[in-house]
């Protein structure tokens, strides 16, 4: 990009070509004032406050929209374009409803920083004060129209950053409104409470609801940590007052990473079940009660002296890489056990079973490639996994490659299109015939020659000789023709892209991942000894845990004793049944929940918050978990629990 | 002869236009009686429809097809007194048509030669009735280089337009000139956009021409959301093949391949015509692949619009083109060089389009004799409101207001005093009396602080109330505002809101000053030109009538009486006999009959201004104050 020259106030500054003036004024510390535009936004020049002169321009020109050239000749802070500005800002006022006392977004608003920028003392027009609709129907989310400014940033947040097009504007002219899915509740809509249209209000018009009242900006701390809420590694930036959690929000809207879901941004801050703040070991009668740790964590040396055989650990994905390796050591060197596994081991199993028979590859989870790849997609396909529900920012990249890039999107799911009004085509194979359907697939392409040069080995297609196409369709209920159309979308595609997760993950059939792996393969979807394949894995450090080779697998069907680092991890069905019958349960957790009431004895254990250490992505990067809160009635670490115990059976653990 | 319905011969090289032309002239006889009727929407509004019914079928019934020819052509803009007949080849003028007068018209005029005297123009200044088409006063100023051609073809045969020589001005372009020699000649004419900005045509295609990009689009802005205009829909029904004919010249000088029509939806006709004629010529190899054998191709599509008025601005007509909402957008690119589909667009008006093949027929220096220093040829205008002969007038850039209001539009009507003119559409400007001597183009117009606009031309006489009539037209551009930008959005609805304030007896001082203020912030900030220009009305009427919004804030007074809540009516009482015609008319009995011969009393307590007793009364015995 070539370099220009512009004097800015008299003052010769320099941009690149292609900035626009107002970049360029940002760059070089010049204040122009801004509404309507966001940084990572596209700009539309609707608010007008960044008007500026420029020479040669018959009247003032915003801003954000006017590209930058060499030798133009700026003014930003002429008295007309000052009295100018005041006039907008004077007619916003009195637009809608702006008597801030009563307003959640006072201190932090935009709107009232420019007021008294402008010394709006006095207006000239009557205070309009319609009565306009509050939708407060959705789960996190209120739209206070008569805050809104009609700014249009919610709206290309919702469409540029989130890729879901919930919201535009209805009506028109001073009508207008902010409407999602044409004029329906937000909470009917097909909005994801992704929130970044709160994030990109400049007003009190959109705000969540656990974010009320608890704080304002420049009251809280802020940290940047990563969210625990799914392995795609989210920054967050924490705003915390008092050692509370006042709001979360994305460092940057733009970054692939970057804009967060409802999990990220508002679940984490939703109330939890009750902490559990003391140890508590299982008396006479039966409760458990609270006890010293001393008390505690004598109960377990006692048992574990007493019989250390068919003890295994078992540990959530959710802590960080130092608390794993250090339960890891523990299990093994303490309790002695090789018995040793993660919650979601078995999906580790079958996906690293799936990637060694092809080719029997040493690569391991290397094999995947980044979720940013996602992006460049042309052709998407999503088989048994639901990234909408387990990580909705995989869904919104794939969105956004559908929206802006145009990609196809094939969704192949037995039960339901889950992205039902992305999807250009959906296959529904009868459920268990997914492996079938995805070697029915390489069949047509290598058939089709929609393949690689050199890439469809002999063996594999000697392996794929069953799958005639009709035989396939009789199998998996789908048509010749559909499998053929999947089969040429993908194999055309420049940059196709897999997706799989849960779905695939339950069937326990590692042949599918490895003819996923055989797709991308042989129609060249490779980069580098990466294949454009993307697992979904169940927790946020899942990859770091299994890296570190928790994930072994517990020896017996139903060990006598466990210790279950369950830390803030929730409770589910399944892990409660498997956990009935174990004789002598340990849990370490959080929360009070039906797996205490199973437990020997109660460990607490610090939420994501409490704590720090490092996070694996599901694509492998490393990041860093910050700690934000100070730890609830200075509850010990994860680690210095287990540190006591090793100490009392002498073990030294560090 | 080749007409409606009956496929076309593929013509593949100019010879064969000509050819053509030469066998459709022959097949006519000139001196044929021809009786021509108005097809356009203002006159089949007026029941020309079964006017036009009325005649195929007694022609029919009285056997004599062969002795006369029936056209339903085009609007030739007079549609005040529609619906229009012309009996050719003597140009004999009827008006206001009826189902009945049918018959006579054929047994005494076009078989006898006859003239039917009740069905005569009456030249309101004269009073005397007026025969021939071209000695009506209301076309004799007139330069009809554009829309004169609407009366003599019908606009659904193509042999029609080619008979008038229609297509010759793309041959020769296609054949004899280069893309950049077409640009050049446009240049050299001065040609400037019809559609309001008036921005030089030719520039505007060198540029489009220029810019990078292998795909470039044409469009032809048929919005029309001018509420009191319709030449573009005049010229689209009548006449499309012209403006088609100077879409493929102009797509052949920038090197476009794809065009669009947007018209809007309530112009049905317009787009069905439009669409015959797309067909018609692509059927002659005209449109579409290898045009006459040139190895050029240009094809058009038809795309309906919303109707809104911002819709008719470039960068919405555009958003709105590609199914977006019509919402004008930030230009930082203009749409020359990244429009639809961001790929480099060439935008012209209807009218615009009319004038290519007339310059390239004519060479641009026959064209550049016609109008000012700075605009040349001519504009079509409609002239509507308190004036004589309103409709469509097409003169030559140059012509005073004066010559348009009493020479062409012969006038104000019941002897009233003229006032005001208001042109360029909603966001135009008022023009008093003092000006009425302006050379209209539109350099002239923008230096009286209005704009020429759509050609729109609202005439106004003594009873218009000048704050009322600024409120009028900023109520319907609060209306149209997209809403996008905060100064239009908001600015314009306060403007109206102290406009309303002042005529409902609520202005204050400071009022003026206000409008005054916000028009500045309106004009210099708005994001399109709807915001850009929605203050004109305000400030000329501020700056030329300024003592009547004095009137209106300090003495609550509406010196036209217009204003309700500024007026009240009274008897006068000498003039009143009684005659209880006002008694009768009252909604709201506020006028009570006392006895014969004395004058009835008014209750202003009851009386709720609507002013039907002013207009029943007969003897002038009522007054407004
Ligand atoms: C609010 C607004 C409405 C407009 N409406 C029309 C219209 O109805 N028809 C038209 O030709 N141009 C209209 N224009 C002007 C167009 O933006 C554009 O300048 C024009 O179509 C270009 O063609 P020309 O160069 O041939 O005049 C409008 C402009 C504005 C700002
Ligand atoms: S949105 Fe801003 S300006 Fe409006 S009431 Fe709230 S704090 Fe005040
Ligand atoms: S809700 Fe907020 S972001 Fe959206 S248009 Fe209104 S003020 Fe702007
Ligand atoms: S000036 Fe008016 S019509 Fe134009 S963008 Fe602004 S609000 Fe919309
Ligand atoms: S910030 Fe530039 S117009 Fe709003």
Not at chain 1, 592 to 612: C, F, K, M, Q
């Amino acid at each position: 990009m070539n370099e220009i020259t512009l004097a800015i106030n008299d003052r010769q500054v320099k941009g690149k070509e292609g900035d626009t003036v107002l970049e360029i004024c940002q760059a070089n510390g010049i204040d122009v004032p801004t509404l309507c535009h966001h940084e990572g936004l596209s700009d539309v020049g609707a608010c007008r406050m960044c008007v500026v002169e420029i020479e040669k321009e018959r009247s003032p020109v915003p801003a954000c929209t006017y590209l930058a050239r060499d030798g133009l000749v700026v003014k930003t802070n002429t008295e007309q374009l000052e009295r100018y500005r005041r006039q907008i800002l004077e007619l916003i006022f009195t637009e809608h409803n702006h008597f801030c006392m009563f307003c959640e977004q006072s201190e932090d608003c935009e709107l009232q920083k420019l007021a008294y920028r402008y010394q709006m003392d006095n207006v000239r027009y009557p205070y309009t004060f319609p009565s306009l609709p509050v939708d407060a129907l959705s789960d996190y989310l209120v739209i206070d129209h008569n805050r809104c400014i009609l700014c249009g940033r919610c709206i290309r947040a919702c469409s540029e950053v989130a890729a879901s097009h919930t919201l535009d504007f209805s009506q028109r002219g001073w009508k207008a409104l902010v409407s999602a899915d044409l004029e329906q509740p937000l909470g009917e809509s097909s909005c994801t409470s992704c929130g970044a249209c709160v994030q990109a209000c400049p007003t009190g018009a959109i705000f969540s609801k656990l974010n009320l009242y608890k704080g304002k900006t420049d009251e809280c701390q802020q940290i940047k940590t990563v969210c625990p809420a799914c392995g795609v590694g989210c920054e967050l930036n924490v705003l915390v007052k008092d050692n509370n959690l006042v709001r979360i929000e994305a460092p940057s809207l733009t970054e692939p990473r970057g804009p967060l879901c409802r999990m990220g941004r508002f679940r984490l801050l939703e109330p939890t079940p009750p902490r559990i703040t003391s140890p508590l070991v299982r008396g006479k009668q039966g409760e458990l009660e609270e006890c010293s740790l001393d008390k505690a964590v004598q109960v377990i040396v006692e048992r574990l002296a007493e019989a250390k055989d068919g003890f295994a650990g078992m540990i959530s994905t959710r802590v960080p890489n130092e608390t794993l390796s250090l339960f890891n050591k523990f299990i093994g060197e303490v309790v002695g056990s090789d018995s040793i596994d993660t919650r979601d081991g078995e999906s580790y199993r079958i996906i690293s079973e799936g990637i060694r028979l092809f080719q029997n590859n040493g690569r391991g989870l290397d094999i995947e490639c980044p979720i940013e790849d996602i992006l460049e997609a042309d052709c998407i396909i999503v088989v048994g996994a639901d990234p909408e529900k387990t990580n909705p920012i995989i869904s919104t990249l794939v969105r956004r490659a559908v929206s802006q890039r145009k990609a196809k999107l094939i969704v192949i799911d037995s039960s339901r299109d889950v992205f039902p009004l992305w999807t250009d085509l959906w296959l529904k194979p009868r459920a268990g015939s997914e492996g079938v359907l995805l070697n029915g697939l390489a069949k047509i392409l290598i058939d089709k020659g929609l393949v690689g040069p050199g890439k469809a080995q002999a063996e594999l297609i000697q392996s794929l000789s069953q799958y005639e196409t009709g035989e396939v369709s009789r199998t998996t209920g789908i048509e010749n023709e559909r499998l053929e159309l999947a089969a040429e979308m993908y194999g055309w595609a420049e940059h196709g892209v897999i997706i799989y997760g849960e779905g695939l993950l339950q069937g326990n059939d590692a042949s599918s991942i490895t003819t996923i792996l055989n797709l991308a393969n042989i129609t060249g979807n490779q980069v580098e000894g990466e294949l454009r394949v993307i697992s979904l894995k169940p927790c946020a450090n899942s990859r770091g845990a299994w890296e570190l080779g928790l994930a072994k697998g517990i020896k017996q069907d139903k060990p006598k004793g466990l210790y279950l680092l369950l830390a803030d991890e929730r409770e589910s069905e399944e892990l409660l049944s498997w956990l009935k019958g174990i004789d002598f349960l340990v849990v370490q957790t959080s929360y009070y929940s039906s797996v205490t009431s199973l437990a020997n004895v109660v460990l607490p254990s610090p939420i994501w918050a409490e704590r720090e250490g490092k996070y694996v992505t599901t694509d492998g990067r490393v990041l860093e978990l910050k700690q934000v809160l100070q730890p609830k009635d200075g509850l010990p670490q994860d680690q210095e629990i287990l540190i006591e115990i090793s100490k009392k059976l002498g073990h030294r653990l560090s | 002869m080749v007409g409606k319905g009956q496929a076309l011969n593929r013509l593949s090289s100019p010879d064969e236009l000509e050819g053509i032309r030469k066998s459709i002239i022959k097949q006519r006889d000139p001196n044929k009686p021809c009786i021509t009727i108005c097809g356009g929407t203002g006159c089949l509004a007026l029941r020309g429809e079964s006017v036009i019914a009325a005649f195929k079928q007694k022609i029919k019934r009285q056997g004599v097809e062969t002795k006369v020819d029936v056209r339903i052509t085009g609007c030739p803009g007079f549609c005040e007194r529609g619906p229009l007949v012309v009996i050719k080849p003597q140009n004999i003028f009827y008006q206001r048509i009826r189902v009945e007068d049918v018959p006579e018209i054929i047994s005494e005029t076009v078989l006898r030669d006859n003239i039917i005297d009740r069905l005569l123009y009456t030249d309101p200044n004269t009073g005397q009735k007026v025969i021939y088409e071209h000695e009506v006063s209301f076309y004799k100023k007139q330069k009809r280089l554009i829309i004169g051609n609407n009366e003599l073809i019908d606009p659904t045969i193509i042999d029609d337009y080619l008979a008038v020589g229609g297509y010759a001005a793309l041959s020769k372009v296609l054949f004899r000139m280069s893309p950049e020699e077409v640009i050049e000649e446009v240049k050299k004419s001065s040609l400037r956009g019809r559609g309001g900005g008036g921005f030089p045509t030719g520039i505007k295609w060198e540029t489009c021409r220029k810019a990078r990009g292998d795909i470039k689009y044409l469009i032809c802005n048929c919005d029309e959301g001018d509420p009191g205009a319709f030449m573009d829909r005049s010229l689209m029904e009548g006449n499309p093949h012209s403006v088609l004919e100077g879409m493929i010249i102009g797509a052949y000088a920038i090197g476009c391949h794809e065009g669009y029509i947007y018209v809007r939806n309530e112009y049905p006709l317009a787009v069905k015509n439009a669409g015959i004629a797309i067909r018609q010529a692509e059927e002659y190899g005209l449109l579409g692949k290898d045009i006459l054998g040139s190895g050029f191709d240009f094809s058009i599509r038809i795309s309906r619009g919303g109707g809104a008025f911002v819709c008719g601005e470039s960068s919405a007509l555009m958003a709105s083109l590609e199914g977006k909402p019509g919402e004008a957008r930030a230009k930082y690119v203009h749409t020359v060089e990244r429009g639809l589909w961001d790929k480099p667009t060439n935008l012209n008006n209807v009218e615009t389009w009319a004038n290519v093949p007339l310059i390239i027929n004519q060479g641009a220096d026959w064209y550049t004799k016609i109008g000012t220093p700075n605009s040349k040829g001519t504009k079509i205008f409609s002239l509507v409101g308190k004036v004589n002969n309103t409709g469509l007038v097409e003169v030559p850039m140059g012509i005073t207001l004066r010559e348009v209001i009493f020479d062409i539009g012969g006038g104000i009507p019941g002897g009233k005093e003229f006032k005001a003119v208001q042109t360029g559409g909603p966001s135009g400007g008022v023009i008093p009396e003092s000006l009425l001597d302006l050379p209209v183009d539109f350099d002239e117009l923008t230096k009286a602080g209005s704009m020429m606009g759509s050609g729109g031309m609202i005439v106004m006489d003594e009873n218009n109330c000048m704050v009322d009539i600024a409120k009028y037209f900023l109520t319907f551009l609060e209306e149209e505002s997209c809403g996008k930008c905060v100064p239009c959005r908001e600015g314009v609805k306060r403007m109206r809101e102290i406009l309303t304030d002042i005529t409902e007896g609520r202005g204050k001082d400071g009022d003026i000053e206000l409008l005054e203020r916000l028009s500045a912030v309106i004009i210099d900030s708005s994001l399109c030109a709807l915001g850009g220009t929605a203050p004109n009305p305000v400030l000329t009427t501020i700056g030329y009538f300024r003592d009547e919004y004095e009137a209106h804030i300090r003495d609550k007074r509406c010196p036209a009486g217009v204003c309700k809540a500024l007026i009240s009516y009274h008897i006068v009482d000498e003039k009143c006999p009684g005659c209880r015609l006002c008694e009768k008319a009252c909604p709201t009995r506020a006028i009570t009959f006392v006895e014969k011969r004395k004058p009835v009393i008014l209750d202003q307590e009851k009386c709720i201004k609507c002013g039907i007793c002013y207009d029943v009364c007969n003897l002038d015995a009522i007054t407004v104050k």
